[in-house]
């Protein structure tokens, strides 16, 4: 079966930089869209980025654009999201999605059919 086993995460000071990984199996990689999203305490799981299957395609949300990168390597089955210029609101849960898409890097939660457990981010001081 599909799975998605994000890593990387930790505690960051502001300012600062943390790059997270997802590693998929199960899956024909390069055939689905990944994504990343985060929900903060008490709020609700918001889109952070996409990359399409291909690559070819990024999305961004606009309160991390400039500031994180997300990229793939179709060969090793993995997506990250380097981030940088870290804020204590970057604070979240981040997961990796995966949908089924080669050319499109959707930035609704709904696209996406398979999800990762979340690894933890804490930007503090």
């Known amino acids: 079966q599909v799975q998605l086993v994000e890593s990387g995460g930790g505690l960051a000071q502001p300012g600062g930089s943390l790059r997270l990984s997802c590693a998929a199996s199960g899956m024909i990689f390069s055939f689905h869209a990944m994504g990343w999203f985060r929900q903060a305490p008490g709020k609700e799981q918001e889109f952070v980025a996409a990359i399409s299957g291909s690559g070819g395609s990024t999305n961004y949300a606009s309160s991390v654009k400039g500031r994180f990168t997300i990229s793939r390597d179709n060969a090793k089955n993995t997506v990250n999201l380097q981030m940088n210029s870290l804020t204590p609101e970057d604070t979240a849960v981040y997961s990796c999605?995966?949908?089924?898409?080669?050319?499109?890097?959707?930035?609704?939660?709904?696209?996406?059919?398979?999800w990762g457990q979340g690894t933890q981010v804490t930007v503090s001081s």
């Open positions: 999605a995966g949908a089924v898409f080669r050319d499109y890097a959707p930035g609704s939660r709904s696209a996406y059919t398979y």
